[in-house]
């Protein structure tokens, strides 16, 4: 999947050719270039970067000081390349790109990580991700410390409001999931959102959910509903969390956070890849 999108993603940038970079720069020509960290953050795609060089310029020495996930701050070197000079200019900004937003999500989540490290509750990606970029997007989560929810559509039955209110409420599309897993001889977790203490009372009922997603509850609310939900349920809280109250909301006691902001709220670490010129 990673170099199928890495070959979409150049040719969109690339058309029909470089035509900046090949007016100015001969097929054969050498260069050496460098990554530099210009802020401080966490560090993530460098394996990424990669991939992209050896897809492209295979013969590349492609030479790593640093390794995703690693703290960096202003100045720092993350890798040199040394190889086609043409060929480090055209994948330039596709390489930044990549390389800045994942480091931004990367930093993001520690930060966010860090804030709730002092209680058992886990910090969770969603599915608010970039289309064509969430593989991407949820290693850096992974990169940055969080834990990735789930992937796509196919690996988790998550009954949110819409499908409770379609299909006529909390036990009926519950039931009706349990006969479709048989059926289709699927073996998947069940998580259900719950928006209110009524729904809570009546999907604690149920032995065949595996999580209960608490859904815009205040950190009040969870505080004073929590020891009611039997320890067979995983609980997550979600909806309008951030930097400011997620302390609050991992001494809950919930087992599970998810930021959608993580991947779609996200300001990208300030990173350049510039030529180094040998006097």
């Not at 990367?106 to 804030?115: C, I, N, S, V, W």
Request: aromatic residues 6%.
């Amino acid at each position: 999947m990673l170099r199928s999108n890495l070959a979409l993603w150049l040719k969109e940038d690339m058309g029909s050719g470089d035509h900046s970079s090949q007016a100015a720069i001969s097929k054969s020509a050498k260069g050496h270039a460098q990554l530099l960290v210009k802020s401080e953050g966490i560090i993530a795609g460098i394996e990424v970067a990669r991939e992209l060089v050896q897809m492209t310029d295979p013969s590349a020495d492609f030479q790593t000081f640093l390794k995703d996930g690693d703290k960096v701050k202003p100045g720092d070197i993350a890798f040199v390349v040394f190889g086609n000079a043409l060929n480090a200019l055209s994948i330039e900004r596709l390489m930044l790109n990549i390389l800045q937003r994942m480091s931004g999500i990367a930093t993001k989540t520690h930060r966010l990580q860090q804030k709730i490290a002092h209680t058992s509750a886990r910090l969770l990606d969603t599915r608010k991700t970039t289309p064509g970029f969430r593989m991407l997007e949820k290693q850096a989560v992974l990169i940055g410390g969080g834990f990735n929810h789930r992937f796509g559509l196919f690996d988790m039955v998550m009954l949110k409001d819409n499908h409770i209110d379609f299909c006529g409420g909390i036990t009926k599309v519950v039931d009706q999931t349990v006969e479709y897993l048989k059926i289709n001889n699927l073996s998947l977790k069940i998580e259900v959102e719950v928006r209110n203490e009524a729904e809570l009372s009546e999907a604690i009922q149920l032995t065949s959910i595996d999580r209960i997603m608490l859904d815009n509850f205040t950190p009040e609310q969870i505080a004073q509903c929590i020891a009611s939900i039997p320890e067979r349920f995983e609980v997550e809280a979600s909806g309008g969390i951030n930097e400011a109250n997620i302390v609050a909301y991992a001494e809950t006691g919930v087992d599970f956070i998810s930021v959608g902001a993580l991947t779609h709220n996200v300001e990208s670490l300030d990173l350049s890849f510039k030529a180094v010129v040998h006097s």
